[in-house]
């Protein structure tokens, strides 16, 4: 009887493969039809980049990464806080403990601290920004624009992309540092670490380069999660559904290409 289900588990993997397969083709191809949009937005922005006013990048600024800094740091310091607690016991248990600041320094600045601000970024401020253009758009408050003669890519996403990239790699320096010391304080409770070995382990492991190429993965990632929600707002029509639906949309897009821009700049960086 088990090897009947299981034949006939099988047979319905098979049947379904032809079909999961047409849906990913599928998706492929809106998510690269996606690109290009969002590269043909990006080269209108950059049209505009010295007519914006610079009151609109403070205010974008203060959306994106004023209003997602306290949320940005507590994921930060409980990240740190949980690597800390999965190593140290190991590194004890091997007398290598004066390594674990070094370790969680190395980690929180080369990856998790661009990454979960990144991510952080994209849930809060990101579909805020994909929400409010996409109602825009449904209210035809876009099409009034441009029969004033405004251009909408230069008036909603230049100053939300220059916004992104000049304030999230501020976000993600603080995060790295209420990182370490939350690691700091974890391992001298796991562990009773002394705070003196772990940051100077910290200290000797953290190089300027991957400081310089956390802020840069910053940089592009704030960028990136701006164009992509303001392009997957801007792109919407219909109603309201319509408008929730993209708003789902762009906090799914925009961790997609993050994560893709973060294996990008590690292979460049690190690999190659």
């Known amino acids: 009887m088990q090897n009947i289900k299981n034949g006939v588990c099988l047979f319905t993997k098979l049947l379904l493969l032809p079909s999961l397969l047409r849906e990913g083709n599928i998706l492929y191809e809106k998510m690269i039809e996606f690109l290009g949009l969002c590269v043909q937005n990006l080269i209108k922005s950059i049209k505009y980049l010295f007519q914006v006013r610079f009151s609109s990048v403070i205010a974008q600024a203060a959306a994106i990464s004023y209003d997602s800094l306290p949320i940005s740091l507590i994921i930060a310091f409980i990240a740190a806080a949980v690597i800390t607690i999965q190593v140290s016991k190991q590194f004890l248990m091997s007398g290598a403990e004066a390594y674990i600041g070094g370790t969680i320094a190395v980690v929180m600045i080369r990856e998790i601290a661009p990454g979960f601000v990144a991510l952080a970024i994209g849930a809060r401020a990101g579909t805020a920004i994909s929400a409010e253009i996409a109602n825009m758009q449904v209210t035809s408050q876009v099409d009034a624009m441009k029969t004033l003669k405004v251009d909408p890519v230069g008036y909603y996403f230049t100053?939300?992309?220059?916004?992104?990239?000049?304030?999230?790699?501020?976000?993600?320096?603080?995060?790295?540092?209420?990182?370490?010391?939350?690691?700091?304080?974890?391992?001298?409770?796991?562990?009773?670490?002394?705070?003196?070995?772990?940051?100077?382990?910290?200290?000797?492991?953290?190089?300027?380069?991957?400081?310089?190429?956390?802020?840069?993965?910053?940089?592009?990632?704030?960028?990136?999660?701006?164009?992509?929600?303001?392009?997957?707002?801007?792109?919407?029509?219909?109603?309201?559904?319509?408008?929730?639906?993209?708003?789902?949309?762009?906090?799914?897009?925009?961790?997609?290409?993050?994560?893709?821009?973060?294996?990008?700049?590690?292979?460049?960086?690190?690999?190659?």
């Not at 304030?167 to 670490?193: K, N, R, Y």
């Not at 940089?219 to 303001?230: D, E, K, N, Q, R």
């Not at 897009?253 to 821009?261: E, R």
Request: proline share 3%.
């Open 159 to 272: 100053p939300r992309i220059i916004a992104g990239m000049l304030t999230v790699p501020m976000v993600v320096l603080l995060a790295e540092l209420v990182g370490i010391t939350g690691g700091m304080l974890v391992s001298q409770a796991a562990i009773d670490l002394h705070p003196a070995r772990y940051m100077n382990s910290a200290w000797l492991w953290i190089s300027t380069r991957d400081i310089y190429i956390s802020l840069l993965k910053g940089a592009i990632f704030g960028g990136l999660i701006s164009l992509v929600c303001a392009t997957q707002g801007y792109s919407t029509r219909g109603g309201a559904k319509e408008v929730g639906t993209s708003t789902t949309q762009a906090a799914i897009l925009s961790t997609i290409y993050m994560l893709v821009a973060d294996f990008l700049v590690n292979l460049v960086f690190y690999i190659i």
